[in-house]
């Protein structure tokens, strides 16, 4: 496996050391961010391509296969282009580097695993209590993606029951 950053931080320093390192310096928005946070976790950047072992590989050692830019091979092993994920057993966000680009699109990605830390949801992911973290940062003015919880826009099943336009939804 290759190389990745780790950190054990709290709560703060979670919003503030990775929105550092994503965006280079600290706005008074990102400090206000950290204080939506709900629970302390691990946060990994890590290489862009993942093995079906959950190793990760660099874009220097990936050939990308030729009818696909989401798939290749790094020295004879199948792999995909990583995505973000939080993992409950671990208590780990793990952050490709490919998704830290931009500004608001590595901010949505981050509060919507960190909601799954919060949510404390090990079973399945995005049941009532990430439903309800993901309220809880829109109302707040957190830079979430709309999209995660809205009908749609997402191929998940739960946000039929529990996202943007639900009676569970609007009571909250």
Not at 6 to 25: D, M, N, P, S, Y
Not at 78 to 87: E, G, M, P
Not at 108 to 117: D, G, R
Not at 133 to 140: G, S, T, V
């Amino acid at each position: 496996m290759f190389c990745q950053q780790t950190a054990e931080v709290t709560r703060v320093e979670i919003a503030k050391g990775v929105l550092q390192f994503v965006f280079g310096h600290l706005s008074d928005s990102s400090t206000k961010l950290s204080a939506l946070l709900r629970k302390p976790c691990k946060v990994t950047v890590t290489d862009d391509w993942i093995d079906a072992e959950g190793n990760y590989y660099p874009d220097s050692v990936v050939q990308m296969d030729a009818n696909s830019l989401f798939n290749g091979t790094a020295a004879g092993i199948a792999v995909h282009r990583a995505t973000a994920l939080y993992t409950h057993s671990k208590d780990l966000i793990s952050v490709p580097r490919w998704m830290l680009t931009g500004e608001t699109a590595p901010r949505a990605l981050l509060f919507h695993e960190m909601a799954h830390a919060a949510a404390n949801e090990p079973d399945t992911d995005h049941r009532p209590q990430w439903h309800k973290e993901m309220n809880r940062l829109w109302k707040a003015q957190a830079p979430i993606n709309l999209h995660d919880v809205t009908l749609g826009f997402t191929g998940h099943e739960l946000v039929t029951k529990y996202g943007v336009g639900t009676e569970f939804w609007e009571g909250l």
